[in-house]
C-alpha cells in the first residue's frame, strides 16, 4: 500500500467515527421526543427510528475506529 492511502484510510476512519457518534447522539436526543416517549411508555421498546440511529451509530464508529487503528 502507499503511504497516500493509508492516511485516506485513516481519514475515512475518523470521518466514521465522528459520524458514528452524530448519529448515536441524534438518536438519543429523538429518544426524548414526545412522540418517542409515548411509543416507549406504551410498547416498552424504543421506535424503530431510534434503534436505527443507534445501531447504525454503533457500526459506523467500529468500522471508523476498525480502519483508523488499522493502518
Given at each position: ?34 412522540g418517542s416517549q409515548i411509543t ?32
Amino acid at each position: 500500500m502507499s503511504m497516500g492511502s493509508a492516511a485516506t484510510m485513516k481519514i475515512i476512519g475518523i470521518v466514521l467515527a465522528v459520524l458514528g457518534i452524530g448519529l448515536a447522539v441524534w438518536g438519543f436526543q429523538l429518544s426524548g421526543s414526545v412522540g418517542s416517549q409515548i411509543t416507549h411508555a406504551v410498547t416498552g421498546s424504543d421506535t424503530d427510528k431510534v434503534m436505527t440511529l443507534y445501531i447504525t451509530g454503533a457500526v459506523s464508529f467500529v468500522v471508523g475506529i476498525y480502519l483508523y487503528i488499522k493502518n
